[in-house]
């Protein structure tokens, strides 16, 4: 009877080990695919982020090339000289205000999903920290109850042959659990 009691915390012991070691590999696993999802979304942001400022650009080339075109219909249409440059002049300035406004629209756009990228980019370091802390919590708990284990075998296996020296009997005042040996 005493082999069966001493073999079974060695048992207990080696399951909470290797149950925190599967926890280990489990919570580095997950952190890894966090890490790598939040690294994707980065870098679609800053792709985003590229192709918004090229985007605006774009546009503002297409209103200065309507800005011009204005100018010219409104210089072939007039008939008094002064109003008709002057009206000209105007259709040019509005083209350039229009184009220098979708430029800093698309600097702005582009500004902030470079700022999601960067934040994406830290989560996913924060993801893979968290995670490599929780499986080292997991790693020394399970090998915590593995030494318990076997420190509690050794014990029982010892003290079973002279009850009055066995301070995990009950009859000690001991749950089992926790030794306290007796004064």
Known sequence: MSDAASILPLITGTAQGVGGYANYNAQLAQGRYAGSAANMNAQTAAQQAT?????????????????????????????AGDSAARAEADAKIAAIEDASTLRHNAALQAWGLGMESNSFMTQGRLAKIGAR???????????????????????????????????????????????????
């Open 51 to 79: 192709e918004a400022e090229a985007a605006g650009n774009v546009q503002a080339q297409r209103r200065l090339k309507q800005g011009a075109l204005d100018a010219a219909e409104i210089r072939n249409s007039a008939t």
């Open 133 to 183: 802390n929780q499986a080292s919590q997991s790693l020394i708990s399970g090998g915590l109850g593995f030494a318990r284990g076997v420190m509690e075998s050794q014990a029982i296996s010892d003290k079973s042959k002279d009850p009055r020296k066995n301070w995990y009997s009950p009859a000690n005042g001991n749950d089992g659990y926790f030794p306290s040996r007796p004064g």
